[in-house]
């Protein structure tokens, strides 16, 4: 019994250290780049850290100060969960939009293409500081052009009703990676679908809603939880927007709290940086961190878990 | 298909906060004052000046240190910012600074209760240097915590008014405002309105207008922060009401807050030739003493006038006061030259030739006594006021706090939220800011 036993465990030894040395960059990489700083971001959630002292317990102080106590984490909240509800939503539409005519139009593709892709190559800094050159309500075209047609003129990143709305702007001006992925969808779509369809007189609505949407489901699904997720890493945009538009460019020694105006623009990864390289308080930027985390994991778990509905992952 | 993407969404998920856990980081202070600063070593220093005419400024100001100290030799390393120095003070290792100097003065709080940096008091008293008489009181206020000497002035800023003088003669205003109620009727007398904007404004009163933040307006007030158990005396000292009340009251009478705020929005910026002073956009501004020189290179068509910020008209006998902030030098405590580096930033910061010759090459107040009354100080006429300012006995600063300058800008917050209209009760607004302030140091410690 042991010598047929022998062998056969050392063979199953010698194939699970086989299986661990292949599995083994993704094993390192997984434990240094994932579990080591997620352990790590859950253990200094409870200290004291300033990054200079050794880091003292502080049990759920942290988590205390920032649910009640930090004033811009419910704003910072508020804003992200606006961000990701209307931004994500609007810009899967618009991109579907843009790659539903782009994907009709008879001549010019190219050129369309080109036009509405460029926009998603330029810098994010760049790109803001145009918009909030743009968007100027004292100076900027967008406003003459709109005071000269008689349409009131907002304030955009000047007022905290807009701010977020100009954002969403200039996250819909940079919508050139949603609309190619939908355009190579859209033309994947089976033309003998829209065919039969269109025999059994389905109208052009129907035809989309029938044919079109379960087809590039699993797209609009891709397009939506990639969004949720950059949406939730949202940071240099608003912080951009929100120093031009306050004017305060950070000059040597100046003071300056992001969020202009009125709080309307702060973000949940500004609240990391502000409490951790800021206020020098790593053990609640840990705890904006790990909210981060479970809110990424929450909306992802909901958007998989959903099948339903307009929106399906395909089978 | 499902599984896949899920899993691979839950990757996704997983990866988008990675960046995020990356504050997880660790190192911690050491001291060791034990390197022979007679032998041969080299020392690293770090500064945040970026301009070519301010690094060769450092430049030669070093070469007079390496000069004098023939075996210490000093590796600069120009253009840093708070960021990298607050990493490198956490990180150490022999090309971490032995000496590091930062524009901001907010964090002295932070850098000496933590023990980033170290006490120097034990080096000037080795050294035979009294700190309180060598430099000027607030200098000397703003570089230490709670007895704690962690840092040493290197150069100072003195806030005063520019004025445009064409203006001024336009309006008929004989010398620049030494009272806010002169000043008040002054910016009324300036402001130049057409239709829904202005010409010319008086003032820009609004907390976002460049320098005009709560601590620069309301340092003309010399309002105490901090109570002697440490806790904020916002809604206790009338100073600050005083503050808010004539701010706002100024906000008003200008045009008010949106009509400002879109005024505003529309000018140049603070750092670039199209700073609405030098354009005559605005006829009055509170700035630094770096701003004469900025203005004189932009070729502004107006003469440039220069003087004290007006005081309350009950605080008529200290005009000439004005808020002070500046550089900043100290030793990291992880740095293993602490004592060649404490040579250094002896010449730096207390030798009144070195210091003179850096300030001429700055253009930055002199931040010793001595050298504030040195002949060999070369300036513009106008820069005179803000060597006065800087010397001024009733001069002050912000004092430091444990978290840095957290409760300036929780301040700050609470003036945009009062000019704005938004809150409406300023009594009730000053406590909650208060206690907002308490927590904050509270969760520091």
Known sequence: MATTAYPLRARRRKAALKTAAFLSPWLIGFSV??????????????????GFRPPTFSGTKNWLYVFRDYPYFWPAMRNTLWLVVVMVGL????GLGVGLLITKIKTGTGVFRTLFYLPYLAPPVAATMAFAFLLNPGTGPVNSILEKTGIPAPAWFNDPAWSKPALTLLALWGVGDLMVIFMAALLDVPKEQYEAAELDGASAWQRFRYVTLPNISPIVMFAVVTGVIQTMQYYAQPLIAGKVASGVIQGAGTNFEPGYPEDSTWTLPQLVYNLGFQRFDYGSACVVALVLFALSMAFTALLMRRRGGLIQAGD | MPGMSRKAAVALAASASIALFATACTGQSESGASDDASKETTINFWHGWSAPSEQKGVKELVAGFEKA?????????????????????????????????????????????????????????????????????AMNEYTQYDGNRCTVPLLGDAYGLYYNKTAFEKAGIKSPPKTWSEFEADAKKLTVTKGDSYTQLGFMPNYHG???????????????????????????????????????????ELGGYKKLEKYRSGLGDEWGPKHPFHTGQVAMQIDGEWRLGMALDAKPEFEIGVAPMPVPDDQADQYGKGYITGTIAGIPATSKK???????????????????????????????LQALKSPKLKYDPRFKTFLEIASHPNSPTTPASVNGGVYLVTIQKFGYDYESGKATDLKAGLERTARQIDTDMAQAQ
């Open chain 1, 33 to 50: 780049f994932f579990a080591y700083p997620l352990i790590s971001t859950v253990y200094f959630s409870f200290m004291h850290y300033d």
């Open chain 1, 91 to 94: 810009r899967v539409v618009f």
């Open chain 2, 338 to 368: 602490q004592n060649a580096a404490w040579e250094l930033v002896k010449y730096m910061t207390t030798d009144t030739d070195a210091v003179v010759g850096f300030s001429n090459a700055i253009h930055n107040v002199p931040s010793t």
């Open chain 2, 69 to 137: 100290h023939p075996n210490i030799h000093v590796r600069i390393v120009g253009n840093m910012t708070d960021d990298k120095v607050n990493q490198a003070l956490r990180a150490g290792g022999d090309n971490a600074p032995d000496v590091v100097s930062s524009f901001t003065t907010n964090n002295v709080g932070k850098f000496c209760s933590s023990g980033a940096f170290v006490d120097l008091n034990p080096f000037f008293k080795k050294a035979g240097i009294d700190p309180d008489a060598t430099f000027p009181k």
């Open chain 2, 210 to 252: 460049w320098e005009s933040t709560t601590e620069h307006i309301f340092a003309q007030w010399s309002p105490t922060y901090f109570d002697s158990s440490g806790r904020s005396n916002l809604a206790k000292d009338p100073k600050f009401a005083a503050g808010f009340t004539f701010q706002k009251k100024l906000v008003d």
